[in-house]
C-alpha cells in the first residue's frame, strides 16, 4: 500500500515493485524498484538484504563469527527485553520521534518528520520495534513492511554520556534486535529482510563501518533503482515548481556562503 505524502496534489511513495494505479496520483515517488523503464535516468540505490527463507541455522551459519557471538551474549547475558515490532498507536510513534531526534542531534543527522511517520502508519506499512533493559528503550527499529519484504527505515540508540560497557551493551541490544526481528517478519509472511541501504563509495569512514555492521549479518549486496515519475499535467507543474524553487534555494545558499 502505498505511503501518501501530499494530498493536493496528490503525491504518493511506491515501494520496490508495487504496482502505480492508473488514475488518483499526480506525482509516484518510486523506491527500490528492479527498474525504472518509464525514466531514461533513475538512480542507484544500493541495499543489503538476507533471505528470510532461510532456517535460522543457516542464518546464522552465514553472520560472521562476532555478529553470532554478540547475539548469543545479548541473549544469555544481557537480561534485555524484545518489544516485536508493531502498527503504532500516537504513544509509540511520539515516544520513537522524541528518541530519534535525540539520536540525530547527536550524530549531526536530521530528524524524521513525524508527518511522515504518522501517513506510513496509516498506510498500515509502518512497524516500530524495540529492545529494552531496565526499563528502558534503549534501541528503536522503524521499518515498512511491504508485501513480503521488511525494509529497515531507522535505527536510534543513545551511547552518548553512557560508560564503556553500557555502549556495548547497547550495540550487543541492537545486534539481538535485528535478529529477532528477521525472526518475526520471517514468522509474518516476509521473505526478504532489508537493512535499508548500504554505502557503495570509499571515502566516508562511517557509512564504511555501517556497512560492516550490516554485512555482519551475511546477506546479498542488491541495486536497485530510484526515480520520480509526473503522472499528471497537474503532476508535472508540481515538480516543475519544486525543481525552480529548489534551484533558487540552492543558488540563494551559494551566495550566502561566499559572504
Known amino acids: 500500500m502505498s505511503v501518501v505524502l501530499r494530498a493536493w496534489p496528490r503525491v504518493e511513495e511506491f515501494w520496490f515493485d508495487e504496482a502505480i494505479p492508473p488514475r488518483g496520483v499526480d506525482v509516484a515517488w518510486?523506491?527500490?524498484r528492479r527498474a525504472i523503464p518509464e525514466i531514461a535516468q533513475p538512480s542507484a540505490k544500493y541495499t543489503l538484504v538476507v533471505d528470510l527463507t532461510l532456517s535460522d541455522e543457516q542464518l546464522l551459519a552465514n553472520m560472521q563469527s562476532e555478529t553470532r557471538y554478540e547475539i548469543r551474549r545479548a541473549q544469555n547475558k544481557d537480561a534485555l527485553t524484545f518489544r516485536a515490532p508493531i502498527v503504532p498507536d500516537a504513544a509509540s510513534l511520539a515516544a520513537f520521534h522524541d528518541l530519534f531526534a535525540q539520536f540525530a542531534a547527536d550524530k549531526g543527522l536530521s530528524p524524521v518528520r513525524i508527518e511522515y511517520l504518522e501517513a506510513a502508519a496509516k498506510a498500515?506499512?509502518?512497524?516500530?520495534g524495540s529492545m529494552v533493559h531496565e526499563d528502558e528503550v534503549v534501541v528503536w527499529h522503524s521499518y515498512l513492511?511491504?508485501?513480503?519484504?521488511?525494509?529497515?527505515l531507522h535505527s536510534a540508540s543513545l551511547f552518548r554520556g553512557h560508560a564503556p560497557a553500557r555502549r556495548s551493551l547497547i550495540g550487543r541490544a541492537n545486534r539481538l534486535l535485528h535478529w529477532l526481528e528477521m525472526q518475526h517478519f520471517r514468522g509474518a509472511g516476509a521473505t526478504l529482510y532489508d537493512f535499508g541501504g548500504w554505502y557503495a563509495g570509499q571515502d566516508h569512514e562511517d557509512?564504511?563501518?555501517v556497512n560492516r555492521f550490516k554485512e555482519g549479518f551475511g546477506g546479498t549486496v542488491r541495486q536497485e533503482a530510484e526515480g520520480?515519475?509526473?503522472l499528471t499535467f497537474l503532476g508535472r507543474g508540481y515538480l516543475w515548481a519544486r525543481r525552480?524553487?529548489?534551484g533558487r534555494a540552492y543558488r540563494w545558499a551559494r551566495r550566502r556562503g561566499r559572504r
Not at 498500515?124 to 516500530?128: E, S
Open 145 to 152: 513492511l511491504v508485501g513480503s519484504r521488511a525494509r529497515l
Open 124 to 128: 498500515g506499512v509502518l512497524r516500530l
Open 228 to 230: 520520480v515519475r509526473a
Open 207 to 209: 557509512f564504511q563501518r
Open 244 to 246: 525552480t524553487s529548489l
Open 30 to 32: 518510486l523506491h527500490q
